[in-house]
């Protein structure tokens, strides 16, 4: 490949300006604590897969 500009080829240039975007804020660690929770029965087989195994 070439590289010096007398042979270069024309091209069509197209240039977007894009808006500018806030960055969302950071995220706080523990910030669902008391939100979720896990049941009990959470690694038991479920019912619908009592045919599989």
Do not use: C, W
């Amino acid at each position: 490949m070439d590289r010096n500009a007398a042979n270069a080829k024309k091209v069509k240039v197209m240039v977007t300006f894009l808006e500018e975007v806030e960055k969302p804020a950071r995220r706080v660690g523990g910030s669902l604590k008391g939100q979720i929770h896990v049941p009990n029965d959470f690694n038991e087989p479920l019912d619908d897969l009592k045919d599989y195994m």
